[in-house]
């Protein structure tokens, strides 16, 4: 099952957060800005454009509130929500520590998921730093014009140097990532989509997570 939450800020801006119940899972995926500036057409918060960075308080307490209303404790967390997690870099981070800390809410790291559209310096700095949380890419096409066409951060931050740095971090972090590819009918799901994303991914560890 699942249940979306609106959460009023101080400031009067509004996010979203949602918790979603599996057999023995469950996950709350938080937002980490108030809208976001980097336009991908499939998705919804694109169009409000980009507002404010939330601050690590903000974000935890998305985490904190859901628990009190469904007096469950989630098992594991995706910072995929409102926004672009590594556009608000040093707060997400902040937020993961918090919420893994076990004097915190004590969520196992490796229940913890960052999810990144792309944003090349943050993948190399998230590498760099040795993080314990898992890292996610969205992907979404497997072609540099395609990608560009329906995610315009692909543009600055090419497929190519995108699947350089996945590479990367697997090798350094010496585990594997996520990469999220919805399914757009027609623009990216051809059989031909499908291999040719065997040959962008070839020699990264990582597992494929298809969104209708």
Not at 117 to 140: C, V
Request: proline content about 4%; overall charge positive.
């Amino acid at each position: 099952s699942t249940n979306k939450f609106l959460f009023r800020l101080p400031d009067g801006k509004k996010v979203e957060s949602v918790w979603m119940k599996e057999e023995r899972r469950n996950t709350i995926c938080v937002s980490t800005q108030v809208g976001c500036a980097l336009g991908c057409s499939f998705c919804a918060t694109a169009k409000m454009g980009w507002l404010r960075n939330l601050d690590a308080g903000e974000i935890t307490e998305q985490v904190l509130n859901i628990h009190r209303a469904k007096n469950e404790r989630a098992t594991n967390i995706v910072f995929m929500g409102m926004g672009e997690p590594f556009l608000n870099y040093e707060n997400t981070i902040k937020a993961a520590q918090i919420l893994a800390h076990q004097k915190g809410l004590s969520i196992a790291s490796r229940r913890i998921t960052i999810s990144t559209a792309g944003i090349l310096p943050g993948i190399e700095r998230y590498t760099r730093e040795g993080h314990p949380f898992r890292l996610a890419i969205s992907l979404n096409a497997p072609f540099q014009d395609v990608r560009t066409g329906i995610m315009p951060v692909s543009k600055k931050y090419t497929l190519a140097k995108l699947a350089d740095a996945a590479r990367r971090y697997s090798e350094t972090a010496n585990k594997p990532l996520t990469f999220e590819y919805v399914l757009l009918d027609g623009i990216n799901d051809s059989p031909d989509d499908a291999l040719r994303l065997l040959s962008v991914i070839k020699g990264i560890r990582c597992k494929i997570n298809l969104i209708p």
